[in-house]
């Protein structure tokens, strides 16, 4: 056979030492499994369920997957061999008599002939560098003797599965699998008799016969023919059924799109992550990839939201975004963008999950625990008075915070202070814990790529949310809370599994444990936690009833929450947890203009959408299924006390050590970090707000709230000092 094939190939090429240059051939070809493997494939994206969410194809190349022969019809099988080599089975990679043919009339110049089998057609497609693109007889030697080295490495079944998912169908379609979707919308193993002898003709001459074309689809059904005569006469089939396959209706697809079947911005974010994961080519490398939504849950979030957006039209506000995702596992399972992605009015493909807004007073529980980090603790006592700080190197010299409500508080706890959410109070928090500090606990908690800037940027307008984050991000910093300040980060991914269905990555307890970072102590997270439950603590600002609390009562378990609004009500958020889920909703209006907005807080406007889907997560049984800890086991409904907590006796007047006699009240103290001084005992920090808050009630004590200049009075004469003579409460 050697000697019929180096005289074929000298004859042809005029290749003079035949068995060098096999040598050569062999040594200089790649392995072509790998190559084969390698090249571009079309990832899927999945839901955690397997519901695929959307195709990726190449943009410079288009669809590809390989699959193994057992997945591939066998009438497809019998059509392409009949009809491209019907000794495939039984040649040695080339045809030598068939080459030797072709040189006599290439040769002869009676005109050209290719002669090339399967083995031949896939070193082309596989080596072209190795090859060449010229029609010559050197290059037709070499891919001779290529295919002749393929066929001693390779067995037949791996040469035509490589064949098979490698050769161009047509269409932006790159094997037989690619083929099968693009123009039948299944599986190649799914093909009828009918539809594979019409792809097994289309590799001859893809464009020209491409039967999505409809003044194509004859010359493609007349190819049809001849596969179905070459199946016939190779005894595949018979005459009869090549008859019925040619005459049986096809359906043929207009094209192939890969558009996002569902949950479109969730999509483009698994593919984001995957780049910045794993690099661009992986996205195109065939990745088969379960994502942690499940579309019913997806849907469903998405119906809340442009449920909520229809009942604030009244409020001029047509667009939300909203994120929920399980704290332990950092796992998300639904992220709706925008109200309707379709919708241009809103720029609606726009993720607001992942824009940089403004959180407005949802950044306060960062804001106090970084002061706990500095020595504050819930029964703190902070003075809520007019608050006025020069800042000449900021856009205004001024700064000055005003409540919401235009009033003052005086003598108030931490506890209170963030349940109602007081400004001034939370600017004298981050100014007492240091913007850096703020912004570095802000980091580790989640927001790590909102909240970049240099603490000058911000100033204390930090406190009530003078900063921006991402919805995404921000929800993450919340699942740190809930998950007793350990930070998972946010991931979209389940599973990953290559072209070769190697497991990549896989979520699972395990891998958590890689990636998961202490933010914050656990003693702390549980203190602001303990407030954000803490129904009756909001009462000085919000009703009993209120919205956060019924939702509280209707879950029958602690449930921390905390709304937050933007200047000129611009941005509307809630951000919420339980022990198993932390959800973040943002509201407002995009497109057109924003001044003049009717006036709407985050409980009102971003809340109800909340309270509905922390709801439907606990009370839908497919939605609970996947709040399950890291045991498979239901995480229980109270946040777990850590052991440096303890409930203790702190005065009621100044937040000091019980020193015994005075008026007292429980709170959430850290064993060892005190408080350590007594009643009356002040620091030199809390003398000089006390002096402060005395002042400001002789100029200002119409504006204080009933019962605030009292709570001064207890303070001052707790600490010994002369209570306020002047002004008198509202």
């Given at each position: 056979?050697?000697?019929?094939?180096?005289?074929?190939?000298?004859?042809?090429?005029?290749?003079?030492?035949?068995?060098?240059?096999?040598?050569?051939?062999?040594?200089?070809?790649?392995?072509?499994?790998?190559?084969?493997?390698?090249?571009?494939?079309?990832?899927?994206?999945?839901?955690?369920?397997?519901?695929?969410?959307?195709?990726?194809?190449?943009?410079?190349?288009?669809?590809?997957?390989?699959?193994?022969?057992?997945?591939?019809?066998?009438?497809l099988?019998?059509?392409?061999?009949?009809?491209?080599?019907?000794?495939?089975?039984?040649?040695?990679?080339?045809?030598?008599?068939?080459?030797?043919?072709?040189?006599?009339?290439?040769?002869?110049?009676?005109?050209?002939?290719?002669?090339?089998?399967?083995?031949?057609?896939?070193?082309?497609?596989?080596?072209?560098?190795?090859?060449?693109?010229?029609?010559?007889?050197?290059?037709?030697?070499?891919?001779?003797?290529?295919?002749?080295?393929?066929?001693r490495?390779?067995?037949?079944?791996?040469?035509?599965?490589?064949?098979?998912?490698?050769?161009?169908?047509?269409?932006?379609?790159?094997?037989?699998?690619?083929?099968?979707?693009?123009?039948?919308?299944?599986?190649?193993s799914?093909?009828?008799?009918?539809?594979?002898?019409?792809?097994?003709?289309?590799?001859?001459?893809?464009?020209?016969?491409n039967?999505?074309?409809?003044?194509?689809?004859?010359?493609?059904?007349?190819?049809?023919?001849?596969?179905?005569?070459?199946?016939?006469?190779?005894?595949?089939?018979?005459?009869?059924?090549?008859?019925?396959?040619?005459?049986?209706?096809?359906?043929?697809?207009?094209?192939r799109?890969?558009?996002?079947?569902?949950?479109?911005?969730?999509?483009?974010?698994?593919?984001?992550?995957?780049?910045?994961?794993?690099?661009?080519?992986?996205?195109?490398?065939?990745?088969?990839?379960?994502?942690?939504?499940?579309?019913?849950?997806?849907?469903?979030?998405?119906?809340?939201?442009?449920?909520?957006?229809?009942?604030?039209?009244?409020?001029?506000?047509?667009?939300?975004?909203?994120?929920?995702?399980?704290?332990?596992?950092?796992?998300?399972?639904?992220?709706?963008?925008?109200?309707?992605?379709?919708?241009?009015?809103?720029?609606?493909?726009?993720?607001?999950?992942?824009?940089?807004?403004?959180?407005?007073?949802?950044?306060?529980?960062?804001?106090?625990?970084?002061?706990?980090?500095?020595?504050?603790?819930?029964?703190?006592?902070?003075?809520?008075?007019?608050?006025?700080?020069?800042?000449?190197?900021?856009?205004?010299?001024?700064?000055?915070?005003?409540?919401y409500?235009?009033?003052?508080?005086?003598?108030?706890?931490v506890?209170?202070?963030?349940?109602?959410?007081?400004?001034?109070?939370?600017?004298?928090?981050?100014?007492?814990?240091?913007?850096?500090?703020?912004?570095?606990?802000?980091?580790?908690?989640?927001?790590?790529?909102?909240?970049?800037q240099?603490?000058?940027?911000?100033?204390?307008?930090l406190?009530?949310?003078?900063?921006?984050?991402?919805?995404?991000?921000?929800?993450?910093?919340?699942?740190?809370?809930a998950?007793?300040?350990?930070?998972?980060?946010?991931?979209?991914?389940?599973?990953?599994?290559?072209?070769?269905?190697?497991?990549?990555?896989?979520l699972?307890?395990?891998?958590?444990?890689?990636?998961?970072?202490?933010?914050?102590?656990?003693?702390?997270?549980?203190?602001?936690?303990?407030?954000?439950?803490?129904?009756?603590?909001?009462?000085?600002?919000?009703?009993?009833?209120?919205?956060?609390?019924?939702?509280?009562?209707?879950?029958?378990?602690?449930?921390?929450?905390?709304?937050?609004?933007?200047?000129?009500?611009?941005?509307?958020?809630?951000?919420?947890?339980?022990t198993?889920?932390?959800?973040?909703?943002?509201?407002?209006?995009?497109?057109?203009?924003?001044?003049?907005?009717?006036?709407?807080?985050?409980?009102?406007?971003?809340?109800?959408?909340?309270?509905?889907?922390?709801?439907?997560?606990?009370?839908?049984?497919?939605?609970?299924?996947?709040?399950?800890?890291?045991?498979?086991?239901?995480?229980g409904?109270?946040?777990?006390?850590?052991?440096?907590?303890?409930?203790?006796?702190?005065?009621?007047?100044?937040?000091?050590?019980?020193?015994?006699g005075?008026?007292?009240?429980?709170?959430?103290?850290?064993?060892?970090e005190?408080?350590?001084?007594?009643?009356?005992?002040?620091?030199?920090?809390?003398?000089?707000?006390?002096?402060?808050?005395?002042?400001?009630?002789?100029?200002?004590?119409?504006?204080?709230?009933?019962?605030?200049?009292?709570?001064?009075?207890?303070?001052?004469?707790?600490?010994?000092?002369?209570?306020?003579?002047?002004?008198?409460?509202?």
């Amino acid at each position: 056979l050697l000697v019929v094939i180096a005289v074929a190939i000298s004859a042809a090429a005029g290749v003079a030492g035949t068995l060098a240059a096999y040598r050569q051939v062999n040594a200089d070809l790649p392995n072509a499994a790998a190559v084969a493997v390698n090249t571009f494939q079309t990832t899927r994206i999945y839901d955690r369920n397997g519901v695929l969410l959307q195709e990726v194809d190449n943009p410079d190349s288009g669809w590809r997957n390989f699959v193994p022969l057992d997945q591939v019809s066998q009438d497809l099988i019998d059509a392409t061999v009949a009809s491209e080599d019907a000794t495939f089975w039984t040649n040695y990679g080339v045809e030598p008599l068939a080459i030797v043919r072709g040189a006599v009339i290439n040769l002869s110049g009676t005109g050209t002939t290719g002669a090339s089998t399967i083995t031949q057609q896939l070193v082309r497609s596989l080596f072209p560098d190795q090859i060449g693109f010229d029609v010559s007889y050197t290059r037709k030697g070499k891919e001779a003797l290529a295919a002749w080295a393929l066929n001693r490495r390779y067995s037949k079944t791996d040469i035509l599965t490589m064949y098979l998912s490698q050769i161009y169908y047509g269409n932006r379609s790159y094997g037989i699998e690619a083929a099968a979707q693009t123009f039948f919308n299944k599986h190649a193993s799914e093909l009828t008799l009918a539809e594979a002898s019409l792809l097994a003709g289309l590799p001859q001459a893809p464009t020209y016969y491409n039967p999505s074309i409809p003044e194509n689809f004859e010359r493609a059904k007349g190819r049809q023919q001849y596969v179905l005569d070459q199946m016939v006469v190779h005894r595949y089939i018979t005459r009869a059924e090549a008859r019925a396959a040619f005459n049986q209706p096809l359906q043929v697809q207009a094209n192939r799109s890969g558009a996002i079947q569902a949950a479109p911005h969730f999509v483009n974010y698994v593919r984001q992550y995957v780049v910045a994961t794993y690099g661009e080519a992986a996205l195109y490398s065939g990745l088969q990839i379960t994502t942690s939504i499940d579309v019913n849950l997806q849907q469903r979030a998405e119906e809340l939201v442009r449920e909520g957006v229809r009942d604030l039209e009244s409020y001029d506000r047509n667009n939300a975004a909203m994120v929920v995702m399980v704290p332990w596992s950092g796992e998300v399972l639904a992220m709706v963008g925008s109200a309707d992605f379709g919708d241009a009015l809103i720029s609606g493909e726009v993720n607001y999950a992942l824009a940089d807004i403004q959180p407005g007073s949802s950044i306060k529980p960062i804001a106090y625990a970084a002061a706990f980090e500095q020595g504050w603790n819930p029964g703190t006592v902070i003075m809520d008075t007019s608050y006025r700080k020069e800042t000449p190197d900021a856009d205004e010299p001024v700064y000055e915070p005003k409540n919401y409500s235009g009033q003052y508080y005086g003598a108030i706890p931490v506890r209170a202070a963030l349940a109602n959410s007081f400004n001034i109070s939370a600017v004298k928090a981050l100014e007492y814990a240091g913007i850096q500090n703020m912004l570095d606990l802000a980091y580790r908690m989640g927001n790590r790529e909102g909240l970049q800037q240099d603490p000058s940027f911000y100033g204390l307008a930090l406190a009530l949310g003078g900063g921006e984050v991402k919805l995404l991000e921000h929800t993450n910093a919340y699942a740190t809370f809930a998950n007793n300040g350990v930070y998972v980060p946010a991931t979209p991914i389940q599973r990953i599994e290559d072209s070769q269905g190697n497991t990549l990555f896989e979520l699972n307890a395990e891998s958590v444990a890689l990636v998961a970072e202490r933010a914050l102590k656990a003693e702390y997270a549980y203190q602001i936690t303990s407030i954000l439950t803490d129904n009756q603590a909001r009462s000085l600002i919000f009703s009993e009833e209120n919205l956060f609390g019924r939702t509280q009562s209707e879950l029958g378990r602690p449930t921390a929450a905390k709304s937050g609004t933007t200047n000129e009500w611009k941005d509307i958020w809630t951000m919420g947890y339980t022990t198993d889920v932390s959800i973040g909703v943002w509201v407002g209006k995009s497109g057109g203009s924003n001044a003049g907005l009717p006036e709407i807080d985050g409980i009102v406007g971003a809340g109800p959408i909340w309270r509905d889907m922390i709801v439907e997560m606990h009370e839908n049984p497919a939605f609970a299924a996947y709040l399950l800890g890291p045991n498979g086991q239901p995480i229980g409904d109270n946040f777990p006390r850590p052991e440096g907590i303890f409930e203790g006796e702190v005065c009621a007047a100044t937040g000091h050590k019980a020193s015994g006699g005075e008026e007292t009240r429980r709170e959430l103290l850290v064993r060892g970090e005190g408080p350590e001084l007594g009643c009356g005992d002040l620091s030199d920090y809390e003398r000089k707000e006390l002096t402060g808050a005395l002042e400001d009630v002789q100029r200002n004590g119409g504006k204080y709230v009933r019962g605030a200049i009292e709570n001064i009075n207890r303070y001052a004469s707790a600490a010994g000092s002369r209570g306020p003579s002047g002004g008198s409460s509202n």
